[in-house]
């Protein structure tokens, strides 16, 4: 079982950043493919960017591409977004998801991000 806890999210000026980590259990943090999502009140749950286990590929929903960055550190078990020129829109409860490769998925609680002037 893995078990992923988020943090780092808060209320924030629109244009400003967040550093967003997702910090996960057990010794096979660097075979899992990971991803963050969002999901804002009333609507579904959606990819915001995700990362390959090694960390050389990435992916990320046209709405973020050039704004947010997911990174890794493999010895530190975490994955990271770092959300930069941030717009009320992004205001969203931001989860990690892990897929270990069985396919397997898990999910943290979720951080709120609030952008709000």
């Known amino acids: 079982q893995v078990q992923l806890v988020e943090s780092g999210g808060g209320l924030v000026q629109p244009g400003g950043s967040l550093r967003l980590s997702c910090a996960a259990s057990?010794?096979?943090?660097?075979?899992?493919?990971m991803a963050w999502f969002r999901q804002a009140p009333g609507k579904e749950r959606e990819a915001v960017a995700a990362?390959?286990?090694?960390?050389?590929?990435?992916d990320y929903a046209e709405f973020v591409k050039g704004r947010f960055t997911i990174s890794r550190e493999n010895a530190k078990n975490t994955v990271y977004l770092q959300m930069n020129s941030l717009k009320p829109e992004d205001t969203a409860v931001y989860y990690c998801?892990?897929?270990?490769?069985?396919?397997?998925?898990?999910w943290g609680q979720g951080t709120q991000v609030t952008v709000s002037s």
């Open positions: 998801r892990a897929r270990d490769p069985l396919l397997t998925y898990y």
């Open positions: 990362i390959s286990a090694t960390g050389n590929s990435t």
């Open positions: 057990g010794r096979s943090f660097s075979s899992y493919k």
